[in-house]
Structures are given as structure tokens and as C-alpha cells.
């Protein structure tokens, strides 16, 4: 562009043009809102009622235009999925685009067509609102952008899980769900919106978030890190857990909730047992702490802390007055529903980075 030559050099007289304006009047739009279309983006509404603070509007949000606030007096209730939290909207940043109405797994947030807010110098906060149903002025106005069908971008179906047929089941006592695909699991993963709502549910809070990000990604291994995070048992509750983060998932408020626990299951399966036991074992200290903890009963509590404990260097013993390890999980289920080789193996893990079980030892 440089070899262009700029011809017009302008005059010296040009800034006096300007001045032919002062005679002219100025062009005033009068202040009267026109109607706005029926899919309108305009200000925001949010129903409190059905708006259970999961956020997942603000991580949509391309501009960071959305916080979420804490309001007191709200409902939180982590069991049922609910949070005291609402989103505020900075108009100075948003943009309009409506993903945070397509998103929303519950249905509360709207655009309106109400389209017009005047401020004065002093007023520059009254651009960061606080959406409730009665509109940033509290005037009605009619609902635009709404939540519809084929702008969605919730998936509200569970991918369905295959059984072995009665008939088939009658004499033996096979495991009864196949698990996913890796297909499937790729499928129901992206289902989830990483709300965390089923973390904060979880008595053990497990990372579910982040391992069925990585059952989306494509890595089952990064799965199964993040599941060893917090839970030794991980082949158990990939078949029994009672899924009390299901209850909490927010697409289940208006449709299936993601099988949270048939992807943990799918994670530990697609994954052998010898690498499951080297990502376990990441994390444990390369020292000896000198110290010598015993641990009564080898059931699932027992056996969890004392994988915790030996990852810190401690020498564990669990003493166990049955022949064989698991607790309820084993005298208490039956193997159609959790295979006992599922149990072997997580057990295998924890005795795997040193931990020592003495069976038939009763104590107290």
C-alpha cells in the first residue's frame, strides 16, 4: 500500500467547512421506542423460581458479561442441585447473542423486547443488572429470545444402557448392564454442561466435571486420574453408587440427568487394571514417614483411608475377621451387580502401593 501516491493534499481552508454547520438544525430521532420483533434480544429476564444458580450461563458467555451473585435468604440445598446464586448481566459487555438463554438448562432465563435504558454520569452502575421476572425497569414487557426447541443446546436424552434379556439370566449370575460404548460415552458426555452441581452433591465429592470432560475428550486414562482423586472404590461405584449427583444434575430438571455414574463405570473399563494401578499410584510420596497405622475392617471406609494413608508415606495394616476384603460390598451385593473381579480390582489397588491385610484377625 505504500506505493500508492495520495493525490488529495487537502487545504488549509478545509477545517472552515466545518463551519457551515452551526447555521443547520440538528437532527433529533424522536424518543419513542419502536416495536421490536417477535424474537426481540433485548434485556434480560430470569425467573428465580425455576433458576437454580448453576452458572452454566456464565461459562457460555463469550464477554465475561455475566457474575454470578449470592443473595441471602435463597434456598441452597447442594443434595437437591441448588444454589443461592443469581446472574447479574454487564451490559457494557454483553453482546446479545442469546447463548446464555440457549444453555440454560432449566428454561428461567429470557431476553425481553424491552430494548431502552437511560443513565446520567452518575448512574454508570445501572448497566450491571441483577435479571429477575420483572425486568430491568419493572415493567412488562414481552419475552423475545425465548428457550425453544431448535435453539436448545441442552441434549435432554440419556443414552440408553443395554441388559442381558431375563431369559438369558435366569441361570447364572452375569452381570445384567453392558455399559457404554466408547461411542455412547462420548455421546452422553457432551451432554453435560461442568455446572459442578454433582460435585457439590457427592458425599465424597468426586471430580465428575473434569472426568467426563476427559471421557469427551477421548481419554479414558485422564478419566480414571480424575476419578482417583477422591474415590479408590471406582469400580464399585461404577455399578452401585446410589448417583446422588443424578438427583443434583441440572439437565435433569427438564430431562434426563447425565449418567454420571455409567461414565465412571465406562472410564474404569475402557482402561486396563495394570494402568489403573500406575495412576493410582501417582501422587504417592518416595519417602517413609516412620509412622505405622492400623486400620479395623477392610471394607470400603477402612480401605479408602487406608489408600489415603499410605499415598503419605505411612506403613498401613488393615486387620479384616473375614477371609476376604470389600465389606458390604461384598457380603451385601450380589455379583450380578457387581462382579466380585470388579471389587478384586479395586482392592488390588490399594494393596498394590503397600498397604497389608491380615484376614480372619478379629479385633475388639
Not at 448512574?123 to 429470545?145: A, M, T
Not at 439370566?169 to 461442568?194: K, L, Y
Not at 474404569?268 to 501422587?283: K, L, N, Q, T
Request: proline fraction near 6%.
Amino acid at each position: 500500500m505504500s506505493d500508492i501516491p495520495y493525490k488529495d493534499k487537502g487545504s488549509i481552508l478545509g477545517p472552515l467547512k466545518t463551519l457551515g454547520f452551526f447555521a443547520r438544525k440538528p437532527v433529533t430521532e424522536p424518543f419513542e421506542p419502536r416495536p421490536a420483533a417477535d424474537s426481540y434480544r433485548g434485556f434480560h429476564v430470569n425467573d428465580w423460581e425455576k433458576c437454580i444458580g448453576c452458572s452454566t450461563c456464565q461459562k457460555v458467555c463469550d464477554n465475561a458479561a455475566i457474575t454470578m451473585v449470592k443473595i441471602p435468604g435463597l434456598r441452597e440445598d447442594p443434595v437437591l442441585g441448588v444454589r443461592n446464586e443469581r446472574p447479574a448481566i454487564d451490559y457494557g459487555r454483553c453482546c446479545w447473542c442469546g447463548l446464555c438463554v440457549d444453555i440454560c438448562p432449566t428454561g428461567s432465563i429470557s431476553l425481553t423486547t424491552e430494548y431502552v435504558h437511560v443513565c446520567r454520569e452518575n448512574e454508570l452502575d445501572s448497566y450491571f443488572v441483577l435479571p429477575d421476572p420483572n425486568g430491568i425497569h419493572g415493567k412488562h414487557f414481552d419475552k423475545g429470545w425465548d428457550k425453544t426447541a431448535d435453539a436448545d443446546l441442552v441434549d435432554l436424552q440419556q443414552q440408553s444402557m443395554g441388559e442381558i434379556e431375563p431369559q438369558q439370566r435366569d441361570d447364572n449370575f452375569d452381570e445384567i448392564v453392558h455399559g457404554f460404548t466408547s461411542q455412547q460415552a462420548i455421546i452422553e458426555a457432551s451432554r453435560c454442561v461442568q455446572c459442578g452441581m454433582c460435585h457439590d452433591s457427592c458425599p465424597t465429592h468426586m471430580h465428575a466435571p473434569e472426568y467426563i470432560r476427559a471421557i469427551w475428550e477421548g481419554n479414558a486414562e485422564e478419566a480414571v486420574r480424575q476419578i482417583y482423586r477422591s474415590n479408590p472404590f471406582s469400580h464399585v461405584c461404577g455399578r452401585v453408587c446410589t448417583r446422588r449427583c443424578e438427583t443434583a444434575c441440572s439437565i435433569g430438571r427438564r430431562g434426563d440427568p447425565v449418567a454420571i455414574r455409567w461414565l465412571k463405570r465406562y472410564a474404569m473399563d475402557a482402561v486396563s487394571d495394570e494402568r489403573i494401578r500406575e495412576i493410582a499410584a501417582e501422587g504417592k510420596v518416595d519417602y517413609v514417614s516412620g509412622k505405622k497405622i492400623a486400620i479395623i475392617g477392610a471394607g470400603p471406609a477402612g480401605l479408602t483411608a487406608a489408600y489415603d494413608l499410605v499415598k503419605k508415606g505411612h506403613d498401613v495394616t488393615v486387620f479384616e475377621a473375614l477371609n476376604k476384603p470389600g465389606g458390604m460390598t461384598r457380603y451385601g451385593i450380589p455379583e450380578y451387580r457387581l462382579p466380585y473381579d470388579r471389587l478384586d480390582a479395586d482392592v488390588e489397588v490399594i494393596t498394590s502401593l503397600g498397604v497389608t491385610i491380615r484376614y480372619n484377625t478379629r479385633i475388639g
